[in-house]
């Protein structure tokens, strides 16, 4: 082979490199990279639970005795009997646990003799120095009786927004009933709470005995 020869086939060779480089870093640099995504989390929704209204208080230069004195009476003038309301009375841990109960009047017109009744509840105060926590909750619909028909009961109140199927009554109604239950048993925490603050904003101003 010449040397003219030798030197053309060198030429050709040397620029097939060239292209084949040139393509293969084309396709290296264009090549789409695939986005990193995070991971996204599904908010957790809080199930239902019993409905509960609860607070802690302060109560300037009170101490534990004083509040707990103060609750206690508060106890004996807002219910007409507080020894059958008072269900746990414990100074030592500042806990004074009571049931008590309000009427219900329905608002639907269908089987009203049979809701009507009962709405029961339980109160927990707790002191400690220079505050205290109430806690509304456990509140439980009993209906009444209607001649040979029995009781048309909600049973416990919950955040639930559908409510339980009592039937006998239409679907409609029994919403009503439930939305009406839950409103009463918030007008009834608000009246003890307020009740309660203005009773026992007092009490560092009470000697003790």
Not at 46 to 58: D, N
Not at 107 to 121: N, P
Not at 182 to 206: C, F
Request: hydrophobic fraction near 35%.
């Amino acid at each position: 082979m010449s040397l003219r020869i030798r030197f053309v086939a060198l030429v050709v060779l040397a620029g097939c490199s060239l292209a084949y480089s040139q393509q293969a870093q084309r396709t290296e640099t264009t090549t789409p990279t695939t986005p990193q995504t995070t991971p996204q989390t599904t908010p957790q929704v809080p199930s239902p639970g019993p409905l509960q209204f609860q607070k802690v208080v302060t109560v300037d230069g009170a101490s534990r005795d004083q509040l707990y004195d103060a609750a206690l009476a508060w106890f004996t003038h807002t219910f007409r009997s507080s020894k059958d309301v008072i269900q746990v009375q414990n100074r030592e841990s500042g806990t004074l646990i009571g049931k008590s109960l309000f009427e219900y009047d329905p608002v639907v017109f269908i089987a009203s003799g049979r809701i009507s009744g009962v709405v029961r509840y339980t109160l927990t105060i707790e002191v400690k120095d220079g505050r205290y926590r109430y806690t509304v909750d456990s509140f439980e619909h009993e209906g009444s009786p209607v001649g040979s028909s029995g009781p048309l009961s909600f049973g416990l109140l919950t955040t639930d927004a559908q409510c339980p199927s009592t039937g006998s009554i239409t679907r409609s109604s029994q919403e009503k009933t439930w939305v009406d239950l839950k409103r009463k048993a918030s007008a009834v925490a608000d009246t003890i709470a307020n009740s309660l603050r203005e009773r026992l904003a007092t009490a560092a101003a009470q000697k003790a005995w």
